[in-house]
T-cell receptor, first 112, second 111 residues
Framework: SAVISQKPSRDICQRGTSLTIQCQVDSQVTMMFWYRQQPGQSLTLIATANQGSEATYESGFVIDKFPISRPNLTFSTLTVSNLSPEDSSIYLC?????????FGSGTRLTVV | GDSVTQMEGPVTLSEEAFLTINCTYTATGYPSLFWYVQYPGEGLQLLLKATKADDKGSNKGFEATYRKETTSFHLEKGSVQVSDSAVYFCALINQGGKLIFGQGTELSVKP
């Protein structure tokens, strides 16, 4: 199944700044997914990124706060903008593979 | 809407004890069902899956059977090890193709 390289693995950012997270897949995939996992919580889908079109955002998530790029079939970025302490979470990307989903190792973001 | 409900944690067991983590779901049709595991400080790994009723998924000594009649997919292991300490997530893929997670159950195994 697909292998995902996600980076950075962790970062500490000042409030008001932005963080861009990258995911590289070792094979071409149609859709890539971005999730947020708040401390002690389950995963929540932020958006679905398709190559060549705008991402589709879930309720409660907006493009201005979480802009996504999908320049080709193996790569995507998620930016978390105008950071506040409430954005401290683990962010994960995912792709569909073999009747399941494969996840990146996650980016642990701490906003101070 | 579609949802997954897991038993609350944390669950604390002694090594070699029997493990059951309950999972029930609400969904239209016949969703595919999954268990994912998240070891401390790591991302999610697929543990096992089942795609139709009465299927049994198994991996690393863990098992779960897709029970349509009770809309359940309980995770079991006959003898847990300290290395099994992790957070376990039950999940489904619904008719719209979305992956929906339960809230996660933390398992702590003591020597």
């Amino acid at each position: 199944s697909a292998v995902i390289s996600q980076k950075p693995s962790r970062d500490i950012c000042q409030r008001g700044t932005s963080l861009t997270i990258q995911c590289q897949v070792d094979s071409q995939v149609t859709m890539m997914f971005w999730y947020r996992q708040q401390p002690g919580q389950s995963l929540t889908l932020i958006a679905t990124a398709n190559q060549g079109s705008e991402a589709t955002y879930e309720s409660g998530f907006v493009i201005d706060k979480f802009p996504i790029s999908r320049p080709n079939l193996t790569f995507s970025t998620l930016t978390v903008s105008n950071l506040s302490p409430e954005d401290s979470s683990i962010y994960l990307c995912s792709v569909e593979a073999n009747y399941g989903y494969t996840f990146g190792s996650g980016t642990r973001l701490t906003v101070v | 809407g579609d949802s997954v409900t897991q038993m609350e944690g944390p669950v604390t067991l002694s090594e070699e004890a029997f493990l059951t983590i309950n999972c029930t779901y609400t969904a239209t049709g016949y969703p595919s069902l999954f268990w994912y595991v998240q070891y401390p400080g790591e991302g999610l790994q697929l543990l096992l899956k089942a795609t139709k009723a009465d299927d049994k998924g198994s991996n690393k000594g863990f098992e779960a059977t897709y029970r349509k009649e009770t809309t359940s997919f309980h995770l079991e292991k006959g003898s847990v090890q300290v290395s099994d300490s992790a957070v376990y997530f039950c999940a489904l893929i619904n008719q719209g193709g979305k992956l929906i997670f339960g809230q996660g159950t933390e398992l702590s195994v003591k020597p």
